[in-house]
């Protein structure tokens, strides 16, 4: 029923079976939360696959490009990804106690009126929002 934690479950899988890439069904969340993990690192590349073989009525694919620390693919930059915020649990934070990940290894996905920042960012704006996710 989630799609966002549905994308972290392809994610960590592809990962386990050492994939250079996973395909998942598109949402603007998604893009947004893909476009934060390009830009921190922990992904190399995301692309929207939206011609006719990948498309699905109005929907596209969102191919996502894993990104490994050595040639063997024995360590992905993506430890772990944990969703916070459920359907049916959603957490808020103030900007105050948004949390810190692995003492500032990791990163909180948070969802402010801004858009999806990282925890860092949400610091340095002075805002609070909806916690999604933490990655390390």
């Not at 830009?39 to 490994?68: C, M, N, P, S």
């Not at 969802?111 to 916690?131: C, L």
Request: charged share 35%; hydrophobic share 40%; net charge positive.
């Amino acid at each position: 029923m989630d799609p966002v934690a549905d994308m972290f479950s392809a994610i960590k899988n592809a990962i386990m079976r050492k994939k250079d890439y996973v395909d998942v069904p598109s949402s603007r969340m998604k893009e947004r939360i893909l476009e934060v993990l390009k830009r921190e690192g922990f992904i190399k590349d995301w692309e929207k696959l939206a011609d006719d073989r990948h498309r699905k009525g109005t929907q596209y694919v969102l191919r996502i490009h894993l990104k490994y620390l050595d040639p063997k693919r024995e360590r992905s930059a993506i430890t772990n990804i944990v969703k916070i915020s459920t359907p049916g649990r959603r957490v808020y934070a103030p900007v105050r106690q948004i949390p810190y990940v692995k003492r500032g290894l990791g990163i909180a996905l948070v969802s402010t009126d801004a858009g999806v920042v990282t925890d860092h960012e949400a610091r340095s704006m002075r805002k609070g929002g909806e916690i999604i996710a933490v990655v390390w």
